[in-house]
C-alpha cells in the first residue's frame, strides 16, 4: 500500500456547527499547510491562530497544529485544521487542500494508516470503530478497553504459549539426540490452551450481542397489550394501538437502553390458529423472530388469565429464555399460570415497568458478563477463535491417537497464523477494505 501520498478529509460530521476538523496526512501535509497559512518555521503540537488564504482571498480564520512523524495518530507528518463549521467555509479550505496535491482520504483510510504504521493493533482498530459506534455504556466500556489493549493483550499472552510449545516440539524434531523434550508437560500445556480458547469461544458467542444489541421479542395472544408494552418501553408511538385482536401484522421494531444495557425489541403479529392468509405471514415472521431472540416477553392478558390460546404460543417458547409478562393488571387479576416467575404490569399506564427492566436484567446476565470477561466485540474475531478452537482440538486428538510431534506441529502452526491475522500481524488487503470501509471519511 502506498503511504506516501499526502491525503486529507473532513473530519466531523457533515452539518454546520461551532467548529470544524480536516486532516492532512502524508509527506506534503506540512509543505501544503505551511503555503496556505504562511507560517514558515513551527513546532510541533503547538497551536498557531492563522488566515487561511488563496490566491489573495482570505477563506478563514483557523488553529492549526503539526505534528511529526513518528508521533502522530497515523505515524506520519499530520496537520490538523480546526475551522468554523460552516459547510461552505469547510468544504472551501478543502478544496484548496487538494488543489495543492492532496488526494480526498478513502473510508477509515487515516486509521488503516495508524495499523500500517503498527501505532494500532487490528483489534484497537476495530475498538476505534465501535467507540463511534456504541448505543450503550457497557458496549462502550467494553471498546475503550479494547483500544487500551485489554483483548490484544490477552491474546498474545495466548499466542505466546502456544509459541513456546511449537518451539519444544521443533526443538525435539530437530535434535533428537541432543534434547529430550517433556512430552507430558508439552500436552498438558496443550490441553489447558484448548481449555482456554474453548470456553472464550463459548463466552464470545453468548457476549457478541452487546454492541448490536441483545436481541428482545414480545410475543402474545392478539389484544394481549404487546404494541403498548413496547411503545411504554420505547417512550414513542411506533406501534398501532387499538382494541381490535390482529392489528400488528408485521414486526415492528425499535432500540432501548436499559441501565446501560442495549436492547434490540421487537413486537410481533398475535400468535394464534387462524386461516387468514395476511395473518399467517404475520405469523410465521413472529415465530423467526422467536428462534433468534435471546429473550422473550411473553405477554399475558390478566383479564382472561391463561387461555388456549396461550398456552398454544407456550408451547412454541417453552424451550427459549422467556419472561412471563402478567400485563393488563388494572383491569383483572387472573394469574392462573406461572406464579412467583412471572412479573405484573400495566403497560397502558407504565405501572410495574421499572420492575420489569430488572428483570429482563437479570434474565440475560449470562450474556451481559459473557460479554464483559470475553472482550470480543465482531464477528471476524469470534469467526477466527473458533478456528484457533478447531486446530488446537486437532492437535490434542493426534497428540492423543500417538501421531508423531511433526505432525501435532502443523495444527499448532496453523492456530498461530490465525491468531496473527486476529491481532493484524499477518493480514491482506481484502480484509483490511473491508474492515476500513465502515469507517467514515475522515476516520
Not at 416 to 439: H, R, V
Request: glycine fraction near 6%; hydrophobic fraction near 40%; include cysteine.
Amino acid at each position: 500500500m502506498e503511504l506516501k501520498d499526502t491525503i486529507a478529509a473532513i473530519s466531523t460530521p457533515k452539518g454546520t456547527g461551532a467548529i470544524s476538523i480536516i486532516r492532512i496526512d502524508g509527506e506534503k501535509s506540512h509543505k501544503i499547510a505551511k503555503k496556505i497559512t504562511g507560517l514558515q518555521d513551527i513546532e510541533f503540537k503547538k497551536v498557531y491562530h492563522r488566515f487561511i488564504k488563496y490566491k489573495d482571498e482570505i477563506l478563514d480564520d483557523v488553529n492549526i497544529v503539526f505534528y511529526k512523524k513518528p508521533n502522530s495518530y497515523t505515524g506520519n507528518d499530520l496537520v490538523e485544521i480546526y475551522c468554523h463549521g460552516g459547510i461552505l467555509v469547510t468544504r472551501k479550505i478543502l478544496d484548496v487542500i487538494l488543489n495543492e496535491g492532496a488526494r480526498l482520504a478513502e473510508r477509515g483510510e487515516f486509521t488503516k494508516r495508524a495499523f500500517l504504521n503498527r501505532k494500532l493493533s487490528l483489534i484497537q482498530a476495530e475498538a476505534i470503530y465501535q467507540i463511534i459506534e456504541a448505543k450503550s455504556e457497557l458496549s462502550l466500556k467494553i471498546s475503550l478497553e479494547n483500544l487500551k489493549g485489554k483483548l490484544g493483550k490477552e491474546i498474545e499472552e495466548f499466542r505466546n504459549k502456544l509459541l513456546r510449545i511449537l518451539a519444544e516440539i521443533e526443538v525435539s524434531i530437530d535434535y533428537p539426540d541432543d534434547i529430550e523434550s517433556d512430552i507430558d508437560l508439552i500436552l498438558k500445556e496443550l490441553k489447558e490452551i484448548d481449555k482456554y480458547i474453548s470456553e472464550k469461544v463459548q463466552k464470545s458467542k453468548r457476549g457478541l450481542h452487546l454492541n448490536s444489541g441483545i436481541i428482545m421479542t414480545i410475543v402474545g395472544k392478539p389484544n394481549s397489550g404487546k404494541s403498548t408494552l413496547l411503545n411504554r418501553l420505547l417512550y414513542e408511538d411506533r406501534a398501532i394501538v387499538t382494541d381490535i385482536p390482529g392489528t400488528t401484522r408485521d414486526v415492528i421494531k425499535g432500540e432501548i437502553d436499559i441501565k446501560g444495557v442495549h436492547f434490540v425489541i421487537a413486537d410481533t403479529a398475535g400468535i394464534r390458529k387462524t386461516e387468514d392468509v395476511v395473518e399467517k405471514i404475520g405469523i410465521e415472521r413472529s415465530l423467526q423472530e422467536i428462534r433468534k431472540s435471546d429473550l422473550i416477553l411473553f405477554v399475558l392478558d390478566a383479564s382472561t388469565g391463561f387461555t388456549e390460546e396461550d398456552l398454544f404460543i407456550y408451547e412454541k417458547i417453552k424451550n427459549y429464555n422467556f419472561i412471563p409478562v402478567w400485563n393488563k393488571c388494572d383491569l383483572g387479576n387472573k394469574f392462573n399460570k406461572f406464579g412467583e416467575e412471572s412479573v405484573k404490569i400495566a403497560a397502558i399506564s407504565g405501572e410495574g415497568l421499572r420492575d420489569l427492566e430488572n428483570v429482563i436484567l437479570v434474565k440475560v446476565k449470562d450474556i451481559i458478563e459473557s460479554g464483559e470477561s470475553s472482550h470480543v466485540t465482531t464477528q471476524r474475531q469470534l469467526e477466527i477463535l473458533e478456528r484457533v478452537n478447531q486446530f488446537t482440538k486437532n492437535a490434542l486428538k493426534n497428540f492423543e491417537i500417538g501421531y508423531e510431534l511433526d505432525i501435532i506441529s502443523i495444527d499448532v502452526r496453523k492456530a498461530l497464523e490465525e491468531l496473527d491475522m486476529l491481532l493484524g500481524k499477518k493480514f491482506n488487503e481484502d480484509l483490511l477494505d473491508t474492515i476500513f470501509s465502515n469507517f467514515c471519511v475522515g476516520k
